[in-house]
């Protein structure tokens, strides 16, 4: 009966959230009450209510925690019991471990489900896919509060409080645990690398779970010469829209001859206002610079407003950094690879800090292949994380079913479990898989903190032994200021002959128009984003349009 309940920090860090199978997507409705509500920081201490379209929002805030629990229904159901919901996991959220309030949550949603005027069928059905953006391992790696435990089917979690699990409540299966990092940047134990289940990966891992069909009406489609294109974000924006933000121009000046000392007036407020929107420091200040450069001594026209003036100015110089120069056809350099024979498969590699999504998106790319006809090796070389193998497994089912059911392509999986050596793992996939004839080999890999010296030495032994074609590194939409050194660690990881290829960049829907990570990356390394993810389902998956970008960071 509710479509997605979601606790996050003030700061905008998703901790956990909850979303049925059958539900909406529905984050725009979040996006917007985080817009409209707490941005301006008006918000009461006690619970509220928020409405938008055809749903209702029920929050309330822990300052204590520094957490905003809301809860999103369809207006027309009044569910008079969402505020008791939603108040008692307020409270109960930092009392009980993670499989405790996993438990916890679903028997009362259970209850109180079962208690309105149709109840479900079956409690079973209620138990929830939970999710967790684990954002705060990539922005700060010491926050402790934001570790989470995986599970082999993909579920993340924020870590529970020592000495209080209940075996009660605890699932039956194996849970592995975030990793930790200690004071010698040694990975202490295990975690989670993904944030979040695709739908098709929640639930049992076995061949009896069942897999539903996916809507492809706003995925992408064949074009002239039968190859399936995915669609450029900005196509369908959606819930991912900006208000005006640059109104503030408007009549500092116009009409004359344009000043260092006018520009200064204006560009600490454009500044400002670029960092809102995630845009690090050091590239809105160089952004600034090339706008007062280039305007400085012109005189505004009579029919041009400063505001557009400006406008233009900024727009220029962000699409200057953004526009590749390189082709970003991904799928021709396959299909080109594929006849010119040699029996070596094309070999994409995946690669990010913790829980940003590699393995999610990894599959996200693998589904769009599969729609072009091609068989597909996943090898599974994250070899530290317990789980990170059974995860891959079941996405890997789910694209196989899928394309089964579609008559597209082919996908296996490639593991050689635990504890082995993720270059030579990768070696054997690839060798593997030029025995048996695959067109391309997905690899994925084990995330990394960027800081961390000996985990990022490890990639240049890995690009030299598996030889990739293509490097992806995941960056998340959330991590805001951080992904500059991200984006520069990660480049230089390889070796001096080999850098990152492409960005592809995650959860850019819960982001609204705070997309600057995108800028970020690329202004750092020069290398562009080739795939941008909005969802969690295997066709939230979008070339990145220039101008989309571009209107978002400047409206």
Not at 76 to 95: D, I, K, N, S, T
Not at 105 to 116: D, I, Q, Y
Not at 248 to 268: C, P, R, S, Y
Not at 460 to 480: C, D, Q, S, T, Y
Request: proline residues 3%; contains cysteine.
């Amino acid at each position: 009966m509710i479509d997605h309940f979601v606790a996050f920090t003030k700061g905008g860090i998703v901790k956990w959230q909850y979303s049925p199978p059958s539900a909406a997507t529905v984050t725009h409705i979040v996006n917007d009450l985080i817009s409209d509500v707490f941005i301006e920081e008006s918000y009461p201490v006690q619970d509220s209510t928020y409405t938008k379209d055809i749903y209702t929002a029920r929050w309330t805030v822990a300052n204590d925690q520094g957490l905003v629990f809301v809860c999103i229904y369809k207006t027309l159901l009044h569910l008079p019991w969402v505020g008791q919901l939603v108040a008692q996991a307020r409270q109960l959220f930092p009392q009980l471990d993670d499989n405790e309030f996993e438990a916890w949550f679903a028997t009362k949603l259970a209850s109180l489900e079962a208690e309105s005027v149709k109840p479900e069928p079956a409690v079973a059905a209620k138990v929830p896919a939970v999710e967790k953006i684990e954002s705060a391992v990539v922005l700060a790696d010491t926050d402790s509060a934001a570790s989470g435990t995986s599970t082999p089917t993909g579920k993340t979690r924020r870590r529970g409080k020592k000495g209080k699990k209940d075996d009660s409540l605890v699932e039956k299966k194996k849970k592995g645990v975030m990793r930790k990092w200690g004071e010698d940047g040694q990975a202490l134990d295990v975690g989670s690398d993904d944030d979040a289940d695709l739908d098709f990966s929640s639930g049992p891992s076995g061949a009896a779970a069942v897999v539903e069909d996916v809507d492809m009406s706003n995925y992408g489609g064949a074009n002239k010469q039968g190859d399936f294109v995915l669609k450029q974000l900005g196509e369908d924006e959606g819930p991912i829209a900006s208000k005006s933000r640059f109104g503030f121009l408007k009549n500092i000046m116009g009409g004359k001859t344009i000043t260092q000392e006018d520009m200064d007036k204006v560009t600490a407020k454009v500044e400002e206002q670029l960092m809102k929107k995630n845009v690090a420091k050091e590239v809105a200040v160089h952004l600034c610079e090339q706008v007062s450069r280039s305007l400085v001594g012109c005189t505004t026209n009579s029919w041009t407003t400063v505001e557009q003036t400006v406008q233009q100015a900024m727009a220029d110089a962000l699409r200057k950094i953004l526009t590749p120069s390189a082709s970003l056809d991904l799928l021709h350099e396959v299909q080109r690879h594929k006849k010119l024979g040699g029996g070596r498969p094309y070999v994409i590699s995946v690669v990010g800090v913790n829980g940003v999504g590699k393995s999610t998106n990894l599959s996200k790319i693998g589904f769009w292949l599969l729609q072009n006809k091609m068989r597909l090796l996943v090898a599974a070389c994250d070899t530290f994380r317990s789980g990170a193998v059974e995860q891959l497994g079941v996405h890997v089912n789910r694209l196989s079913e899928l394309a089964g059911r579609q008559g597209t392509g082919e996908v296996e999986l490639f593991a050689q479990g635990y504890g082995k050596d993720p270059a030579h793992t990768a070696e054997k996939a690839v060798e593997y898989g030029e025995k048996h004839g695959f067109d391309v080999v997905l690899i994925d890999t084990a995330g990394r903190r960027h800081s961390d010296k000996r985990l990022m030495g490890d990639l240049e032994k890995f690009a030299k032994r598996a030889r990739p074609n293509k490097i992806i590194m995941v960056g998340e939409a959330l991590v805001g200021t951080d992904s500059v050194q991200q984006a520069r660690n990660f480049n230089d990881a390889f070796g001096k002959d080999r850098n990152l290829d492409f960005f592809l960049i995650s959860k850019c829907d819960t982001v609204g128009d705070m997309i600057g990570s995108i800028v970020n990356m690329t202004y750092a390394t020069n290398i562009p984003v080739l795939f941008v993810g909005t969802g969690q389902h295997y066709t939230d998956l979008r070339t990145l349009s220039v101008d989309w970008a571009v209107r978002l960071l400047t409206q």
